[in-house]
């Protein structure tokens, strides 16, 4: 977490989220021991964070049973897709990205709402996320990137739909961030998809 770039009311937001995400039993109580700590809130935030991490990777702290038991989860198949979260009221938008050419290297989760996609990310680690959504005002678009970068650092956004107002580009967000006008042109989204994900690929690297 960037604890700088979030007001405390979006920090109790995160940790609001992060609290419905479904967990096993073990995970659970490990969650409440979290819960009743006296750490602050970004620490408790990290530690939810690591925990879900953890599950995703059947780290030694993801529950997980003995070969062979009953309910013993299956190892997991690294996926060569990208995960991707759409936030997509109607399902239109997220229906047509899993027909096109993008779902050769893009796997996509949708959510209705955009915050619902804050324990998504988390769960997936998710690289990107495109929002088919207008936002209301200018600090909206920036509050919403910081929120989704708290919980992955390296995440992009997609906004799908130009707002009638300038967009104060600071840093970190202008070079994180696309605007695609509508009608959508999905040859512009492939392109702008590839080049935000190639620009996290080449981060890592460094």
Same mark, same amino acid.
Request: charge should be positive.
């Given at each position: 977490?960037?604890?700088?770039?979030?007001?405390?009311?979006?920090?109790?937001?995160?940790?609001?989220?992060?609290?419905? +995400?479904? %967990?096993?039993?073990?995970?659970?109580?490990?969650?409440?021991?979290?819960?009743?700590?006296?750490?602050?809130?970004? @620490?408790?935030?990290?530690?939810?964070?690591?925990? +879900?991490?953890?599950?995703?990777?059947?780290?030694?702290?993801?529950?997980?049973?003995?070969?062979?038991?009953?309910?013993?989860?299956?190892?997991?198949?690294?996926?060569?897709?990208?995960?991707?979260?759409?936030?997509?009221?109607?399902?239109?938008?997220?229906?047509?990205?899993?027909?096109?050419?993008?779902?050769?290297?893009?796997?996509?989760?949708?959510?209705?709402? %955009?915050?619902?996609?804050?324990?998504?990310?988390?769960?997936?680690?998710?690289?990107?996320?495109?929002?088919?959504?207008?936002?209301?005002?200018?600090?909206?678009?920036?509050?919403?990137?910081?929120?989704?970068? @708290?919980?992955?650092?390296?995440?992009?956004?997609?906004?799908?739909?130009?707002?009638?107002?300038?967009?104060?580009?600071?840093?970190?967000?202008?070079?994180? +961030?696309?605007?695609?006008?509508?009608?959508?042109?999905?040859?512009?989204?492939?392109?702008?998809?590839?080049?935000?994900?190639?620009?996290?690929?080449?981060?890592?690297?460094?």
């Amino acid at each position: 977490m960037d604890p700088l770039k979030l007001s405390e009311a979006d920090k109790h937001l995160i940790y609001g989220l992060l609290l419905k +995400t479904k %967990r096993s039993g073990r995970q659970e109580r490990k969650l409440l021991a979290i819960v009743r700590s006296s750490m602050e809130i970004d @620490a408790k935030i990290t530690a939810i964070l690591r925990l +879900t991490r953890a599950r995703m990777l059947n780290e030694p702290d993801a529950d997980s049973r003995k070969d062979g038991e009953p309910g013993a989860a299956a190892p997991r198949k690294k996926s060569r897709r990208e995960n991707v979260v759409v936030v997509d009221s109607r399902a239109e938008i997220a229906t047509l990205l899993k027909k096109s050419s993008l779902k050769r290297s893009l796997l996509f989760s949708r959510v209705s709402e %955009r915050y619902d996609a804050i324990p998504l990310i988390s769960e997936l680690r998710a690289p990107l996320v495109i929002v088919n959504e207008v936002l209301e005002t200018q600090e909206e678009y920036s509050r919403y990137f910081w929120i989704c970068r @708290a919980i992955h650092r390296r995440v992009r956004v997609i906004f799908l739909g130009r707002p009638s107002f300038a967009v104060a580009v600071g840093r970190g967000f202008g070079e994180n +961030t696309r605007f695609l006008e509508k009608p959508l042109s999905f040859e512009k989204l492939e392109e702008s998809s590839r080049e935000l994900l190639q620009r996290q690929e080449s981060q890592v690297e460094r």
